[in-house]
């Protein structure tokens, strides 16, 4: 996804002569064509977030489109009171991205996890709030955020991520249909849809074919879509690598404690509590109970109940 993320950046300011990059030392070699042909719009702010984020409110406010980069859990809950009061407040148009989101760094421990990315930018208003898949998503969605008239914050993983197979082309705010089913709908957001595919795609070995849908705008939420998947699933199972409260499944619940439907909600993701130790991203995906195989009996559930 990184690599995706450079070459995206670098197309924007090929076609902006606005759009300026600020990182908060991190991205060596990853950035260096960017650098290359746009020497002078690029800025490494060093580790000072906080200082990072302010400048780019000042250069949004001077006409400038600009993007700061860093770890996710560096990049939302350090200078989250810079976001919330120079960039939110104001409504700059400010692209704030966090690399590794989720727990892409678990081994990392508590300081590079961040759960709770999503659910801090959520809670902005004005901010739009998004969690690619893949590289393609990154390549269709980060045009899209720099037309935004304020601000946005976009998670990207790592390196090596697989592409997910989709006929939808992804627009910001809509979510995307990947597998077509019924009686059951999956849903995430960011890294998982690649993990939910391969679950669906062995469930249609045994003859169990849940729809799976792809929510890579966690904010503003689809509600048309919702509102098609609470009319055709009994049950709605939502995967996420995020925090329980503020993430994918708890925006989807707020939604339908307004609404007349009658769909099940599961939440399949991380606990309300820290991680610690330093396991790899795989292990906390099985050990918390939102792996493929989660995903695999979860469906296989909630598909007998449908019957």
Partial sequence: MRRAFSNAICRAAEKDPAVMFLTGDLGYQVFDEFI???GPRY??????EAQMVAMAAGL??????PIVYS???FMT??????????VSYPNYPVLIVGAGGGYAYSSGGITHHAGDDLALM??????????PCDPLEIGALLPQLLKLDGPAYMRIGKFGEPEVRCDEPA?????????????????????????AQAAVTELRQEGITPSLYHFHTVKPLDTAALGKITGEAGSIIVAEESSPVGGLASAIANWMAFGKNKARLIRLGTPDSFLFGNPSRETVFERHGYGKQAMIEACRAA???AV
Avoid: D, H, Y
């Fill in 36 to 38: 290359a042909k746009f």
């Fill in 43 to 48: 800025v490494n702010a060093g580790i000072a």
């Fill in 60 to 65: 949004a406010k001077e006409g400038f489109r």
């Fill in 71 to 73: 770890i996710a859990s």
């Fill in 77 to 86: 809950a350090r200078p989250f009171e810079q976001i919330r009061v120079c």
């Fill in 122 to 131: 959520s809670l902005l208003p004005g901010m739009t709030v998004t969690a």
């Fill in 171 to 195: 627009v910001l705010g809509r979510a995307r249909l990947l597998m077509r089913g019924g009686r059951v709908a999956l849903v995430t957001t960011g890294a998982l849809a690649a993990v």
């Fill in 303 to 305: 598909w007998r109940q």
